[in-house]
Each structure stands twice: as structure tokens, then as C-alpha cells.
Nanobody, 126 residues
């Protein structure tokens, strides 16, 4: 079993920056090749893919809407995955979820991910 806990959300002005982090426990990065993904869900909208990173950090994927503004990283020694959000817009307001998938690639499909965190709120004021 894998447990994910997000942290770092909050309120930020448009144009600002924020980092969210995901702590992984249970079957750790070293015992299972886990891809990490970030998804978000805004009020009244469906959950959407944001970014993903493969098990060793060599491969990343980003949604077009965040490409060039968000950066996904991971630290396998610390069992964490982070998402840095820059140049934030009001459209980025959402609950951000981290997810883990037993995969050597960096999946973008939410159906690939088996484990999910509870989410952390990011609110961007205009």
C-alpha cells in the first residue's frame, strides 16, 4: 500500500509562485518504480492532468496550460514529489492532488494512477 499526503497549498496573488509537495509512505520509491502525477480539480470542473514524472526523474510531462510555468520534481531519497507553480493565474485555482502509479513512464491518464492523496487547495486571487 502507498500513502500520499500533499502539503503547501494556499492563497497567492496572480503572477505569484507557490510550491506543493507530496510525501509518500508505505511502499517507497526504492521498492517500487512509482511514477508521480499531479492533477487538479476546480469547482464545477472535471479533474485534469497537470504534470507527471517518471520513477527516476528522467521523463516529465506537462499539460499545455501549465507548460513553462510549472515544474515537477522528485527526491527519491526523501520519498517526495514536488510541484512548483510560477506565474500563477486565476484559472490555476483548484484542489491539487498527487497520485502514484506503478509505471516506468510518466503517465498523463488519471486511470493509470492507483494511489491518490487527499488534495491541497491552491487559490489565486486576481
Amino acid at each position: 500500500q502507498v500513502h500520499l499526503v500533499e502539503s503547501g497549498g494556499g492563497l497567492v496573488q496572480a503572477g505569484g509562485s507557490l510550491s506543493v509537495s507530496c510525501a509518500v509512505s508505505g511502499r517507497t520509491f526504492s521498492s517500487l518504480a512509482l511514477a508521480m502525477g499531479w492533477f487538479r480539480q476546480a469547482p464545477g470542473k472535471e479533474r485534469e492532468f497537470v504534470a507527471s514524472i517518471n520513477w527516476n526523474g528522467a521523463d516529465t510531462n506537462y499539460a499545455d496550460s501549465v507548460k513553462g510555468r510549472f515544474t515537477v520534481t522528485r527526491d527519491n531519497a526523501k520519498n517526495t514529489a514536488d510541484l512548483e507553480l510560477n506565474y500563477l493565474k486565476s484559472d490555476d485555482t483548484a484542489v491539487y492532488y498527487c497520485a502514484a502509479a506503478p509505471s516506468v513512464t510518466a503517465p498523463t491518464d488519471a486511470r493509470t494512477y492507483e494511489y491518490w492523496g487527499q488534495g491541497t487547495q491552491v487559490a489565486v486571487s486576481s
